[in-house]
């Protein structure tokens, strides 16, 4: 739940609002189908709902969040650069906008007829109102998209979850259950209650019980219906205008750049170039979208650049590492204030089509290196199907403690592998990889002992544990690239286990992988100078990885 809370207050108060809602919503459908089994079950959910939803408490807040969720959409709206948007999110707004729009019937005969006309607002009552009318379509479609718009939402808010991605196909399965319970309801108890009211009697208990509106104020509710619809529809058009009336001014303080192997735009001076190029709907690379972690959004300035502020320490480090020819810059760090002519240097072609998931996403995790030792020397002379088979039983004896624990394999390297932790906090991740070690430990002991009862010499392993910034991505050619990941933690993990060699122990674990696991280090930090990493490498030996240090039981 950590998410919740990150970005500004109107996203996170757009999060809070729109899962009270989702959740008030859930529960209205699901009494909704309790119609399916039976109209007392019905109304007994109707009142326990009513207990929060008419107290003075409960009426306020839910109303509260209403208004604060949809001005909050409205204020978004208003604020957009452009109209130009990806479908789900097109799809989204849609849906948003036309809730209103539909819910305003059903507000004004259920809980404005029982506070005007004191009206008993159950169930039974509106469904006996809109069965056979036009109404009941409509109240439907307003079901049904009151729920995809929130599981829209609730895609979108934890979509980068590893957990949420795991499950997606079960989660989808059960969300389809929801609307589905509720229509069967609806259409049961309807029919129900059109069959009891062709008994001319039932059928003015029932009005009696439902205290029912007569003409005239049949007519006053619609009266306040057209009122409230048209109201919300000028309040839409009215954001829709404001919308545009601050694009046209910022049109009027604008900057036109050129693109020498593309189109000509004007965008609103303060944005980033990459910022214009996205506005304008210009394809232009960025595969850490715009944060300044690579430099494939680079551009050649081949006409005023001497408009533009010097790079940054960050930027021009950035385009050192990277050999770029003078009179480079990257397009998601300058602002440009005056007309200036640009060269992307990287097309936008078949390769940045993909995902921006696929093309990679950085995130701190740990990362586990483990080599056999002495495979080589063990091995000479050995028959190649007699190698693989002692690989495999390696493998299978050690790999379990890894996925056991969370883990997966990056990839085997011979007589080794690189797993992973993808957990969704550098907590456990790290809490993980610790867990692995010292499964991995132990599994290599009943290894060892099944090989010495076989005649034949144990097994020895170097096992490195560290835990930094990666960049996971499809690495190779489009259609045919494996998800593995980069960066220099990867490295520093591979020089950990090379280190334990010389050490003389079975494991190095790294002080990042112990301070995220929230663990004090129960011996001595050697620092290690690794070859190809900046900087020493505080680690903890330890001889043997079945004692790896663990966070203690709950």
């Known amino acids: 739940m950590s998410d919740l809370w990150r970005g500004n207050w109107a996203t996170r108060a757009r999060i809070v609002s729109g899962l009270a809602l989702m959740l008030y919503a859930l529960l209205h459908f699901l009494n909704i189908g309790l119609g399916l089994f039976s109209p007392d079950w019905l109304e ?3 009142e ?15 109303y ?11 204020w978004r709206l208003i604020e957009r650069r452009s109209l130009r948007m990806p479908r789900a999110e097109a799809v989204q707004y849609t849906f948003g906008f036309s809730i209103p729009l539909l819910l305003i019937t059903h507000i004004t005969f259920t809980r404005i ?8 607002d159950q169930m039974g009552y509106l469904m006996y109102l809109i069965w056979g009318t036009k109404s009941a379509l409509t109240q439907s479609v307003l079901l049904l998209i009151v729920w995809i718009h929130s599981c829209i939402g609730l895609h979108f808010w934890l979509r980068g979850r590893a957990w949420w991605r795991r499950n997606t196909h079960v989660l989808t399965g059960l969300a389809v259950l929801v609307p589905a319970f509720a229509l069967a309801g609806f259409v049961t108890e309807s029919r129900r209650l059109q069959l009891a009211a062709q008994d001319e009697d039932t059928r003015l208990d029932m009005l009696d019980a439902y205290n029912w509106p007569g003409p005239g104020q049949f007519t006053h509710l619609f009266e306040i219906d057209a009122a409230l619809y048209w109201g919300f529809v000028v309040l839409l058009c009215s954001a829709l205008a404001l919308h545009f009336a601050l694009r046209l001014n910022a049109r009027r303080s604008s900057v036109r750049i050129t693109y020498s192997d593309g189109p000509t735009i004007t965008a609103p001076v303060g944005q980033t170039l990459l910022e214009m190029s996205r506005g304008a709907g210009v394809p232009h690379t960025a595969l850490c979208g715009g944060k300044g972690r690579c430099t494939t959004c680079r551009v050649m300035i081949e006409a005023g650049a001497e408009d533009l502020p010097p790079p940054s320490e960050a ?27 640009v060269h992307r240097v990287f097309a936008h072609g078949t390769r940045i089509a993909r995902g921006s998931a696929t093309q990679g996403q950085e995130r701190p995790l740990a990362i586990l290196f483990l080599d056999m030792r002495g495979f080589t020397a063990r091995t000479a002379g050995q028959l190649p199907y007699d190698v693989v088979f002692l690989l495999n039983r390696f493998f299978d004896a050690v790999v379990p403690a890894v996925t056991a624990s969370g883990g997966k394999i990056d990839k085997y390297l011979g007589d080794g592998f690189l797993a992973l932790f993808e957990t969704p906090d550098t907590a456990s991740s790290a809490q993980a990889a610790l867990t692995a070690a ?6 290599l002991d009943a290894f060892n002992a099944g090989l010495q009862a076989e005649g034949a010499p144990p097994v020895g392993i170097g096992i490195g544990l560290h835990l930094g910034n990666v960049v996971l991505g499809e690495i190779g050619a489009q259609g045919d690239a494996p998800r593995t990941l980069i960066g220099d933690a990867v490295n520093a993990a591979s020089r950990l286990e090379a280190a334990t060699k010389p050490m003389k122990v079975e494991l190095l674990i790294s002080a990042a992988v ?10 001595e930090l050697v620092p290690l100078s690794l070859r190809g990493v900046d900087g020493d490498i505080h680690a903890l030996p330890v001889p043997k990885a079945a004692n790896a240090p663990q966070m203690p039981a709950p």
């Open 113 to 120: 007829a029982h506070e005007v006309y004191d009206v008993e």
């Open 48 to 62: 326990l709902r009513k207990i929060f939803s008419r107290s003075p408490v409960g009426g306020v807040l839910l």
């Open 438 to 443: 010292a499964g991995i430990g132990r599994a």
């Open 64 to 74: 509260a969040m209403l208004i604060l969720h949809a001005g909050l959409a409205l």
């Open 44 to 46: 007994s959910g109707q």
């Open 514 to 523: 112990l301070h995220a696991a929230g663990l004090e280090p129960p011996g």
């Open 315 to 341: 930027e021009a480090r950035s385009l050192q590492a990277v050999g770029a020819a003078s009179g480079t810059r990257l397009a998601c760090q300058i602002k440009p204030a005056q007309a200036m002519t």
